[in-house]
């Protein structure tokens, strides 16, 4: 069946979701990485920045980050080092405006963005090597899904991970307006509204709104990710980004890993195993929080179950 049970079980001394998504955020130290850089100047005019490391010859990952993310990321350097323990030639993409600099667009990037995916796989294709694994986190997982549905059979790359990811970004902004889950929309609303100013600070803005004034994620895609990136409004952009409605179209080995008590989204948000092809796995634990899965029996001794468990996946599928 393409829906089983976890083998993820958390660590006692963290438990509930909230521990589980913020202890890696706040305590997991970021590796010192020795990567490559290199600016992709995109069609229209904007640009994409790529950090390489690993030894070339290597099968090839390309890692995707959530929102306003970067790699900074607790489960970026991290799993970039594991990948290249494991032989692999790692690349991470930033999407537009992640990587320290604001792009030179006023559009951005978004959930439902797959062109700039598109773009990067084939550039890989053709500079570097075929893409062996794409692994997407959050909203990066969104994506990611998104953008192998559309593809089918011609989505270049032999297999795919996607981790904590958002598969109806209209119960992902009911969920964030409730209980404790309010803290991480306040965090990534800030990032949001900071990355809005800092960019148009630069350039001229084509929209006429206030940002300081948007509480939520509804607001903010109503007012400026749906009219900069030619959506009717939040609505409209939630609709057809949503990546649970296209999971039914992969066709690459997928595997997905996702905790029940997510704390940015709905359990019944989870797709049920008759949306899936078969060429999904969809892993459910029950605890793990929003790319946490923490274990570990010391709080001196954490262990991160889902890089394990990518880094096992993708060798030996």
Not at 92 to 119: A, I
Request: glycine share 10%.
């Amino acid at each position: 069946m393409p829906v089983v049970t976890s083998a993820f079980r958390p660590a006692w001394w963290l438990p509930g979701p909230h521990l589980q998504t913020l202890w890696p955020t706040l305590f997991r130290p970021r590796p010192g990485l020795t990567l490559q850089t290199r600016r992709l100047d995109l069609p229209d005019g904007d640009f994409l920045d790529l950090a390489l490391g690993g030894e070339a010859g290597g099968p090839l990952a390309l890692v995707l980050h959530g929102l306003e993310g970067s790699l900074e990321s607790h489960y970026a350097g991290n799993l970039l080092a594991a990948l290249v323990d494991a032989g692999f030639r790692t690349v991470f993409l930033h999407f537009r405006g992640c990587s320290g600099e604001p792009n030179r667009l006023p559009r951005s990037y978004h959930s439902g963005e797959t062109g700039d995916l598109q773009f990067v796989v084939d550039w890989l294709s053709e500079n570097l090597s075929p893409v062996d694994t794409v692994i997407g986190f959050s909203l990066g997982g969104n994506v990611l899904l998104k953008w192998l549905g559309e593809q089918g059979e011609a989505a270049a790359t032999r297999r795919a991970v996607a981790v904590s990811v958002p598969f109806v970004l209209a119960d992902a902004d009911r969920r964030l307006r409730r209980g404790l889950s309010r803290i991480y929309l306040r965090h990534l609303l800030d990032r949001l509204k900071r990355s809005y100013r800092e960019k148009f600070a630069r350039i001229p803005s084509p929209l006429n709104v206030d940002v300081e004034r948007l509480r939520t994620f509804h607001d903010f895609d109503e007012h400026v990710t749906a009219p900069l990136h030619g959506f009717a409004g939040a609505d409209d952009y939630y609709a057809r980004s949503s990546s649970r409605q296209f999971l039914h179209g992969i066709r690459k080995p997928t595997l997905i890993l996702h905790a029940r008590d997510d704390p940015f989204m709905f359990p019944h948000s989870i797709p049920d195993a008759d949306e899936l092809s078969p060429a999904v796995t969809l892993e459910v634990s029950e605890h793990g929080g929003h790319v946490g899965f923490v274990g570990g029996r010391w709080p001196w001794r954490p262990e991160y179950w889902a890089e394990k468990r990518i880094v096992e996946w993708v060798t030996r599928n």
